[in-house]
């Protein structure tokens, strides 16, 4: 134990307390680390050994010396692989652990549905196995927060949705998220585990994944205006989500954990728009008049089973966490947008610098 493991307050020193993330190096993950750090926590991460970098969203911790490896500690390993789950416990001894790593893209679970289950399924019980197992050895608490979607809610059965909403997934990653979130749920009852499950409604930022929809809009629009980009090639335009921001997402996770009864909650912003919607704000908001005249609509997006509409009532956590969303669905294209058309003015500055040609099709084209 060092130095860096306490903290003084009014003369008295204290332990800092220790998070465990699992997909940290994920858009959840590392906006996750940047808040615990800000409270003053030590941070270890779990990431994949990967043949190229994976992660750029940590540099900013990476690149500091005051932090890492001081209070924030990345470590190899993968879900699918209990001992590296089982071992990173026993050596990072955390109070919190948020298991947010997942193959989390939909469109992807029906082509790889097995590959999905065992990270997702199977993955949250080698964490859950491996919790109970830590405590039951050394007596300690470790307190759980479990990364569960609204994709549960799938073919809504009401709406808006809520904590007691049957779920009906839609996909195979849907299927293995209504898994997990059971056997969060009965390793709290039947061993009394510290656990909760946030089921979380869509959230985005400008660290969203380039493949899901919103980014895949920001990012089109920003190469579009820059001249670097054409064409915006997408699948089914009339789906509703309930968008918020990942940032104030992450702050929810961990409410759940400083309650003194774990417990599930819907965290979402009660506001739904189609992706069509998304688009013609994040157009306007550039100021490109008609997205129709970029956008074509491309079969291979389209899901074998759609999830039509969500929309979440997070009146629970609103009244026992004191949580509320302090972005809107404005605020969330505009801060992707302005974000985006940087990345894009940079991109262009390169080509112009190095004088290569602009080959708009490298941009338009993507598997997901
Ligand atoms: P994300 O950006 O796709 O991040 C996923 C993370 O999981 C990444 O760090 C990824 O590592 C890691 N991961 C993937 N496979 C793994 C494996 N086999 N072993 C260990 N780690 C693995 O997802 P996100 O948007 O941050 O979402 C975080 C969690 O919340 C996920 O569980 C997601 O399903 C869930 N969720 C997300 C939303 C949303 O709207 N964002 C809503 C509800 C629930 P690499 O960086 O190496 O790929
Ligand atoms: O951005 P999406 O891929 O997000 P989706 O499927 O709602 O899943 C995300 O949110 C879930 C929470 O509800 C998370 F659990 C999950 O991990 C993930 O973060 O697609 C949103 C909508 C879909 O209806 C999709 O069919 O956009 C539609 N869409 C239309 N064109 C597209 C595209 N989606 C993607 N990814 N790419 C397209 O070109």
Redesign the pocket.
């Known amino acids: 134990m060092t130095e860096m493991n306490y903290f003084l307050n009014g003369g008295n020193l204290y332990m800092k307390k220790i998070a465990f993330i699992t997909g940290i190096s994920g858009q959840d993950g590392s906006y996750l680390a940047d808040f615990l750090l800000s409270k003053g926590y030590i941070v270890h991460g779990l990431i994949r050994r990967s043949s190229s970098f994976n992660t750029s969203r940590l540099e900013h911790h990476i690149n500091n010396p005051e932090v890492y490896n001081k209070t924030f500690f990345l470590h190899y390993g993968d879900l699918s692989d209990y001992n590296s789950i089982y071992q990173m416990i026993e050596k990072s001894q955390p109070n919190e652990i948020y298991n947010l790593g ?1 193959q ?4 992807v679970s029906f082509d790889m549905p097995v590959y999905t289950g065992t990270i997702d399924g199977i993955g949250t019980l080698h964490v859950l196995e491996a919790v109970k197992c830590y405590q039951e050895k050394y007596g300690k608490q470790i307190k759980y927060y479990q990364a569960s ?3 549960m809610y799938g073919k809504v059965q009401e709406v808006p949705q809520k904590e007691t909403t049957p779920f009906y997934p839609r996909s195979p ?1 849907g299927c293995a ?1 209504v898994y997990a979130h059971h056997l969060t749920v009965n390793y709290r009852e039947s061993y009394g585990l510290h656990a909760s499950c946030g089921i ?3 959230h985005e930022s400008p660290r969203r994944g380039e ?4 980014r ?1 809009i920001t990012r089109a629009v920003g190469r579009i205006y820059q001249g670097l980009q054409k064409e915006l ?5 009339d ?1 509703l ?1 309930d968008w918020g921001y990942a940032g104030d997402y992450v702050e929810a996770m961990w409410l759940m954990l400083q309650q003194k009864t774990p417990d599930d909650y819907v965290i979402a912003t009660g506001q739904m728009i189609s ?1 069509k919607e998304f688009l013609v704000k994040s157009f306007e908001y550039a100021g490109l008049k008609n997205y129709q005249d970029y956008v074509k609509i491309d079969s291979k ?3 074998p089973a ?2 039509d509409q ?1 929309l979440g009532d997070s009146t629970k956590a609103r009244n026992v966490l004191g949580w509320n969303p302090k972005v809107n669905i404005d605020g969330l294209v505009k801060m992707m947008v302005d974000h985006d058309m940087e990345l894009a003015r940079e991109e262009f500055m390169i080509h112009h610098m190095t004088k290569r040609k602009i080959d708009s099709k490298k941009y338009e084209i993507s598997y ?1």
Request: aromatic letters at 18%.
């Open positions: 997942a989390s893209h939909v469109r979607s609204s994709e990653y998220k979380l409604f869509n493949t899901f929809v919103t895949k090639y997408l699948g089914n335009l789906s989500r992706v997006y389209f899901r759609e999830v969500l997901s």
